[in-house]
């Protein structure tokens, strides 16, 4: 897989996930520096959305799209995971009024990065992605956005929250 950032290659460290895979556990903090893992969402289908970082143009609109989206959909947490420091986190989150979904961050230990394949080993980074994951704990879609400054499939990847249900 060739990802871009800014037009230039850059490599991702960890294996690429395809649809049917078993969703890695992970381990990242929320914004009270609790620690959270893909098993604290157990019994709902969780919408990923991976950016690199929650303050910048794209990052922010994906965000705050998914937040809006994340009250009319039944059964679906949806993730943000960045690597942004937890009180950037909150503070953007209080900022924009996000209250639909939760922002998590890999900076500690950038453990979902690699076990999901989207740490830019250059910047350490997250490369713009989304996941969901089934209440199986199977990966129903998956996209890599190719520029990591472009925006992901929005509506393809909400289509795949309602059909995991």
Same mark, same amino acid.
């Given at each position: 897989?060739?990802?871009?950032?800014?037009?230039?290659?850059?490599?991702?460290?960890?294996?690429?996930?395809?649809?049917?895979?078993?969703?890695?556990?992970?381990?990242?903090?929320?914004?009270?520096?609790?620690?959270?893992? /893909? %098993?604290?969402?157990?019994?709902?289908?969780?919408?990923?959305?991976?950016?690199?970082?929650?303050?910048?143009?794209?990052?922010?609109?994906?965000?705050?799209?998914?937040? +809006?989206? %994340?009250?009319?959909?039944?059964?679906?947490?949806?993730?943000?995971?960045?690597?942004?420091?937890?009180?950037?986190?909150?503070?953007?989150?209080?900022?924009?009024?996000?209250?639909?979904?939760?922002?998590?961050?890999?900076?500690?230990? %950038?453990?979902?990065?690699?076990?999901?394949?989207?740490?830019?080993? +250059?910047?350490?980074?997250?490369?713009?992605?989304?996941?969901?994951?089934?209440?199986?704990?199977?990966?129903?879609?998956?996209?890599?956005?190719?520029?990591?400054?472009?925006?992901?499939?929005?509506?393809? %990847? /909400?289509?795949?929250?309602?059909?995991?249900?």
């Amino acid at each position: 897989m060739m990802v871009t950032f800014g037009g230039k290659p850059v490599n991702l460290l960890g294996n690429e996930l395809k649809v049917g895979d078993e969703a890695p556990d992970f381990k990242v903090i929320n914004n009270d520096l609790e620690e959270k893992t /893909l %098993a604290d969402y157990h019994g709902k289908i969780r919408l990923i959305s991976v950016v690199p970082s929650i303050d910048t143009g794209v990052c922010s609109i994906q965000t705050n799209r998914f937040n +809006e989206e %994340a009250k009319k959909l039944e059964n679906v947490q949806v993730l943000t995971i960045s690597m942004d420091l937890p009180f950037a986190q909150k503070r953007w989150k209080e900022v924009n009024h996000v209250e639909s979904l939760e922002l998590l961050s890999d900076h500690r230990n %950038a453990d979902f990065g690699e076990k999901y394949g989207v740490l830019i080993k +250059e910047l350490r980074l997250l490369a713009r992605s989304i996941f969901i994951v089934d209440t199986n704990n199977k990966i129903t879609y998956v996209e890599y956005v190719n520029e990591v400054t472009e925006h992901p499939d929005y509506d393809k %990847a /909400l289509e795949a929250a309602k059909q995991a249900q």
